[in-house]
Every structure is written in C-alpha cells, then in structure tokens.
C-alpha cells in the first residue's frame, strides 16, 4: 500500500513538473489562494467558495496517488494524467486576487500603476503565447502549410479513381484533413515509430520498395526536393504533375 | 455572402435561440445573451454526442445523422421563438442598457485585448500534427458520408475506433462545415479558434460577474487579467493556455478551457436558483456535452462537479452549524438534494464510461 502510494505520488509529482515546468505560475497560483483567503470577508461566501476552498479540494483530487490508481487504465497507463491538472482553476484564481488588490488602490493612476506592475510579474512568471515558434504566416484559408497545400490540391485535381499516395512524413498529417478520397500508405506515428521502409523513404532509399508501393495501389507519389532518390520515378511510368520548392509530385500513368 | 450569413446563423443565432430555450425558465439569467449562448453550444454539443454514438453503432451515414441533428436543433429554436416571442424586446433594451453602464475604459482594454488574440488565431498557422486524427476526421465523415468508417489512412477500419466514437467533435466539425458550405479544416482551423475563444472569454466574464456580485467594473478587470494570464500562458506544452490559444479546435482544448470553467459559473447559477429543473437542466446539458469534445470528459467532468458539490454541501453544513436544530434538518436536506441532483447530473458521463469501459474491455 506504502509502495503504491510513493510511487504513483512520484509520478504525479513527475507529471506536475512537466505541466508547469519552472513552476512559478502554480506558486502564483498558491499564493493568490493563501491571499484570498486572507483578504475575502466571511460574507463574500461565494468568492470564499470559488476561489479559495474549491481550488484546495480540486488540488486533493488530483494530486492524489488513489485517484491517479483509479484512471490509470483510461489514461494511457498514467501517462496523460496531466491533462487532470486542467480542472485546477488558475486562472480564476489568480485574476480574482489581482482585481481585489487594484480595487484596493485609490486614484486612476495608482490603479494603472499597480496594473501594470501585475502584467510585468504575470509576463515574467509565465511565457509569451505568441512567437514565431507558435504561429506562422499562410496563405491558404484551410492553414495548412502553403508547399505541402498546393502538393496536395495538386493530386486531388486529378481524375482518378481510388488515389493512393506515399509521402513523406512530414506530409502526412495534412493530406486526409484536405482531401479525405486520397488515400496514403502509412498513417502518423506521434511516437515516431515508422516502419522501416517510410524511414528509407525519408532518405531516398526507394527502390528496395517499389514493388510493394505499386502492389499496394499507389499511384502518387511525393518526393522531397532536398532528398536524392536511388530511382527515377519516370522508369515506373510515373509523370511529374505539380513542383514547387519543397515537393515534387509523381502520378501513376493509366 | 451566403456562406458568411450561414456562420452568423451557426455560430451566433443558433445557440442564442437554443440557450433562451432554457434560460426562459431562469430568473437572473433571463435576457442574458451571454449565458444563452453559452448553454445553446452545450445544447449543440449534447445533441450531437446523444445521436452519434447509436448512429455509428447502427452503421448510419454522416448525412442522415446531421439531418436528424439539425430537425431537432431547428425545431428547438422554432420552440425557443415561439415561447420568447414577448422577450426579444427585452433583450434588445437590456443590451443597450448594459452598453449604456458599461465602464468605456475596462469596456475598450479587453476588446482590443480579446481582438488581437482572435485576429492572431484567426490569420495564423499553427502547426499541430494531431490534426491529422482531430481535423481529418471530420474531413472524412463529410466527404464520404460516413460515420467513423475509414481509419486515417483511408482503409476500412478493422477494429471499432472506441476511443473516438466516445467523444465525436470531428463530426460535429463536419456538422458544422456542411451546414456553414466551408471546409472542415477552414472551419475547425479559422472559425472554431476564434468563436471557442470567445466563448472562454464570455465565460470568465460571467464568472467575475458572480465572484464580484455583479459589479460590471470588477468583473470587466477580472477579465482583463485572465486574459493576460492566457497570454502569457505558454508556460510548457500541456498548459491548457497553451491549448486554448494554439489548437482550440480540438475537443480537448474546449474541454479544458471551456466547458470544465464554465461548470464552475453554470453549478453556481445551480446552487442560487434552488436547484430548480430548468438549472439542473442547464447543468446536465453542460456535463452531457462534456463528453461530446474528448473521452477525459468523461472523469474531468464529474470530478469538477464533486468538487463543487464537496465545497458547497460543507458550505451549507458549516453554515448552518451554530443555527437552530429546524435550520439544521433544512441544511441536511439542502445537502442531500444538491448531492443527489448533482449526482444524477454525472449520468451521462458515467453510463459512457461505462460503456467505453466495456467496449475497451476494462471490464468484462
């Protein structure tokens, strides 16, 4: 019993860290509870509720070692139990303290003041949402990276029954979500875990596995410009139909 | 043209109209637009996870559940019409009343605040590869007309795709964008960010309404500094700022931003409406939903909800400690209630996971 609660308490507390990293948001967080609780009157019984007492019996239920026994089974073994720290009430919690204490300033500027002084120690506890590692620039509407878009307008253009594609990997998880009738020959490994003839693929190494590419009904094949091929995909009756500066596009002639 | 008046109707119409459908029956939240909207998704929600499941147990296809779906949701908002004929006057004034007492300053900050997120999420790209089982679902059930039939890479599926027939937000994506005429993608990767993002925030804002008795100002501040948190939420990969922000159109994001928050203002309109049907229905609806947008809705649901169950039935005991011995047996009574009713609310919730269980082969 000891064992089990130590060792699902070392992976909860594991599981935590990786949820808040540095941590200084969950303090935030703390500490604006251990405020409120100070600072709310015994007649704001409802704030008392909601910022106080539920984020302390939200905390017990999740951090907690018989819960995490209880869901391991729905939760990959443990491994996204961290999408239960979601139910912890941060945000609420936190921005109730910061509006109780600019209330508590007197004059428009002082308010300003101390609003701004919040936003600075919000801005260096947590980190910028929106950066260039976030968010990019796109010129289609569906947001899908524009060279692999217009690879995959490209096969879907065309008139052919039962379009089936081999791709490589980092066009895989865009393909289906623009045109489900096309086909493609591996599905997306979040863990990476390819066979080995999509690895091979990655590096050009195709010849090995044209056969079975061809016996499996393919018949588009997209190759990445920066790859040199060991084939050239002309010797199996393919065209090029679309190029841009990352892609090249091959169709199986009829 | 049409297709823009279309996502008016879908994305702002529709819910009002289906939310007044129950907040008709409330006192205070009567007239709310704010509210209505938000109970009219989760009405959208519960309809669509009630159908589905059977639908795509009896091998339908994607059509004939999206036109029972809309029968039904066209048929509520007929209803809605009918019996808040006498209140759209109401509401109407009461909005102009409200712009009228609205502190400008608080007003403006978190408009330009909620606006630059929206049009960063609305005009950029963020690359998240599971799209390719959340979005391209929804591709797959609106251009083959199916229902959980195809896997990802487009063969027939060999095994029952438990997991994702237990929470089918892909199809209501393609719900969406069948009726809207636009894309799923376009509609999960445009519309969905920048409409649930709203909702998030109209949320907050109704629960500093409640925090702060009302007090427009507060309230009004209060938001502006959960936005601000948002923001600066990118504290690592899983925070669920980070979720609301980059990929809100997958059903976790709005599972975690949206719907579990939103039970904390909709228990506590619960608790103050006396437990009262038209309340518990608001909250069974939202619980109902709960399990439409990802399969952790079906614990992080309920575990909010006793949460807020446990913290109030104390309050009422703590209360009501020191009163007369006729006050206590009331207070035990309230407890009693508010556990049952709450209880009963995690039906849903409970009988899918059971189901999921079962189907899983967790239990036999």
């Known amino acids: ?254 | 043209m049409t297709k823009i008046l279309l996502c008016f109707l879908w994305f702002i119409f529709i819910p009002i109209l289906l939310g007044m459908n129950i907040t008709h029956f409330m006192k205070k939240e009567k007239n709310n637009l704010f509210y209505s909207i938000l109970i009219g998704y989760f009405t959208e929600f519960a309809i669509f996870q009630l159908f589905t499941i059977p639908f795509t147990y009896l091998n339908k296809s994607f059509n004939s559940l999206y036109n029972v779906c809309i029968e039904i949701i066209f048929l509520l908002c007929i209803i809605s019409i009918i019996i808040n004929r006498n209140e759209f006057k109401n509401v109407f004034v009461d909005i102009k009343n409200n712009i009228k007492n609205t502190p400008k300053l608080l007003t403006l900050a978190c408009f330009i605040i909620i606006f630059i997120q929206c049009f960063v999420v609305f005009k950029y790209m963020h690359i998240d590869e599971d799209d390719s089982n959340f979005v391209a679902k929804a591709t797959i059930s609106l251009q083959t007309n199916t229902l959980y039939v195809y896997s990802d890479t487009g063969t027939v599926n060999s095994t029952f795709p438990v997991r994702y027939v237990f929470s089918p937000f892909p199809v209501y994506t393609a719900a969406v964008a069948k009726f809207t005429d636009y894309h799923p993608t376009a509609i999960a990767h445009t519309a969905f960010s920048v409409m649930i993002l709203i909702l998030i925030y109209i949320n907050f804002y109704l629960l500093g309404m409640k925090l702060f008795n009302d007090n427009k100002k507060d309230a009004l501040l209060f938001l502006f500094f959960v936005n601000v948190i948002y923001i600066f939420g990118d504290i690592t990969f899983h925070s669920n700022f980070r979720f609301a922000l980059v990929r809100l159109w997958q059903g976790k994001a709005v599972l975690g931003n949206l719907i579990i928050p939103s039970l904390i203002v909709i228990y506590d309109s619960f608790v103050q409406g006396d437990t009262k049907l038209p309340y518990w229905i608001c909250l069974l609806i939202t619980m109902w939903s709960a399990c439409l947008v990802s399969t952790m809705g079906l614990a992080l649901a309920p575990l909010m909800l006793g949460g807020l169950t446990i913290v109030h039935c104390f309050r009422i005991l703590n209360f009501n400690r020191k009163s007369k011995k006729g006050d206590f047996t009331k207070a035990i009574l309230s407890f009693v209630n508010l556990g049952f009713k709450s209880l009963i609310c995690c039906a849903p919730n409970v009988l899918y996971a059971i189901m999921y269980a079962i189907k899983k082969g967790a239990i036999k």
Not at chain 1, 101 to 106: F, T
Not at chain 1, 138 to 148: E, M, Q, R, S
């Open chain 1, 1 to 254: 019993m000891i064992d089990l609660v130590s060792k699902n308490m070392e992976r909860i507390i594991k599981l935590f860290t990786d949820y808040y990293g540095n941590y200084t948001y969950f303090v935030l967080f703390l500490v604006a509870i251990a405020i409120n609780y100070a600072i709310i009157k015994k007649d704001e019984k409802k704030a008392q509720n909601l910022v106080v007492f539920l984020p302390l019996v939200l905390m017990l239920i999740v951090i907690n070692p018989f819960v995490f026994e209880f869901v391991k089974p729905f939760t990959d073994k443990g491994y996204v139990y961290w999408r239960f720290f979601w139910i912890l009430p941060l945000a609420p919690t936190m921005a109730y303290l910061f509006t109780k204490m600019v209330n508590e300033k007197k004059g428009f500027f002082s308010k300003v003041i101390l609003t701004i002084f919040i936003i600075v120690i919000i801005g260096f506890s947590g980190k910028f949402m929106f950066t260039e590692n976030n968010y990019q620039k796109v010129n289609n509407y569906y947001k899908i990276p524009d060279d692999i878009y217009s690879c995959i307008a490209s096969i879907s253009a065309q008139e052919k029954d039962n379009k089936k594609a081999m791709i490589p990997i980092s066009v895989v998880p865009w393909v289906r979500q623009y045109d489900a009738t096309i086909s493609i020959e591996y599905n997306r490994s979040p863990s990476g875990n390819y066979s080995r003839f999509v690895w091979d693929y990655e590096v050009g190494k195709v010849n090995e596995y044209m056969k079975k590419y061809l016996d499996d009904k393919c018949n588009f094949f997209v190759l990445n410009k920066s790859v040199q091929y060991d084939i050239s995909f002309e010797d199996y009756n393919c065209e090029r139909i679309y190029e841009n500066d990352s892609y090249i596009v091959y169709m199986l002639k009829d």
